[in-house]
């Protein structure tokens, strides 16, 4: 990919199209084929596919509704024209699905920070239409209601078992000697809401700075939540967004920064749902982006400040059940 040194910012033209379509951009041109026949048999409209550098360059001016991205490794002048990009997609009203690769994943969450786009890693054929699918249903053309945080908890639950039934389908269909290249995720996930809203239980509470607890305590109770799976099944107990409070958590109190990969490897699920998670829960105040002030194109995730004092006050709790149990 080059940088362009000119891009033009401008709305996209799409009003002549309906709903549902897309434009493919990849270097890859099997992939470009494979997403537009994936998509045009799920009833999309494509738009337009074509190599990477048309898009970047701002020679297209119809983005239709949804634009897919793949960029599987990127370099820093490719960074810098996929910056500009973020401003153009948010200013142009589609959505934005990213594919990308696990050794590349950092450097492309940081270009993106204002089209919020909707980022996979490697991802399979069906988990590819969903996205897509997921995006579109998120434009802002009808009138359609904000999703409340349970509500997009509860989506979120939702999508994982869906894309679950979709690996655990091409699972069975390997056994049966059909060559597909997606693995296989068994069991479904508890679509009841993760987490609730800040203050819910503790608006009469004085509001009391806490400490975070003793960072070797919360490594040792992700150890111990990591020991489950050698006697069980990982996925009865996927639980992403404690397992990655938790992380976040132990990294605050020991001052380490924590990087999107290395979240997501905390996370204990792929890394296609864990971006997603990271995406919940900074929409609803949980996490923080920070950039790193030595290097402006690397990011990082923390806690936000409601976030710790939730975990202090958890963590104060459980101290204090302990320590009435033990008189």
Not at 39 to 59: E, K, N, T
Request: with cysteine.
């Amino acid at each position: 990919m080059k940088q362009s040194s000119e891009i033009e910012y401008r709305a996209a033209d799409d009003s002549p199209y309906q709903r549902g379509s897309v434009a493919i951009f990849s270097d890859r041109a099997f992939w470009r084929h494979q997403a537009a026949d994936e998509l045009a048999g799920a009833d999309f409209s494509i738009l337009y596919q074509g190599p990477v550098d048309q898009l970047l360059d701002g020679s297209i001016a119809l983005l239709g509704d949804a634009v897919l991205l793949d960029v599987p490794c990127v370099d820093a002048s490719a960074m810098a024209a996929l910056c500009l990009l973020d401003m153009r997609i948010a200013a142009s009203g589609a959505r934005l699905v990213v594919s990308t690769s696990i050794a590349a994943l950092d450097d492309v969450f940081a270009c993106f920070d204002q089209s919020q786009p909707e980022i996979l890693v490697d991802p399979s054929p069906p988990e590819r239409l969903l996205a897509v699918g997921r995006s579109l249903a998120g434009t802002n053309r009808g009138h359609v209601r904000e999703l409340s945080a349970q509500d997009r908890a509860v989506l979120l639950n939702l999508t994982e078992q869906v894309e679950a039934i979709s690996r655990r389908l091409e699972n069975f269909a390997q056994q049966a000697g059909v060559d597909e290249t997606a693995g296989a995720e068994s069991g479904l996930r508890d679509n009841r809401p993760v987490f609730r809203g800040f203050g819910e239980a503790d608006r009469d509470e004085p509001l009391v700075r806490r400490s975070l607890p003793d960072p070797r305590l919360v490594r040792r109770i992700i150890r111990q939540r990591h020991a489950r799976t050698k006697y069980f099944e990982a996925a009865l107990f996927a639980d992403p967004a404690w397992d990655m409070l938790l992380d976040l958590t132990a990294a605050h109190a020991e001052h380490r920064r924590v990087s999107v990969t290395s979240l997501c490897l905390a996370a204990g699920v792929p890394a296609t749902t864990a971006l997603r998670w990271i995406q919940q829960m900074t929409d609803d105040g949980l996490f923080e982006r920070v950039a790193d002030s030595s290097d402006k194109r690397r990011v990082f995730i923390s806690l936000s400040e409601k976030a710790c004092d939730a975990m202090a006050r958890y963590f104060a709790e459980i101290e204090a059940g302990a320590a009435a149990y033990a008189a």
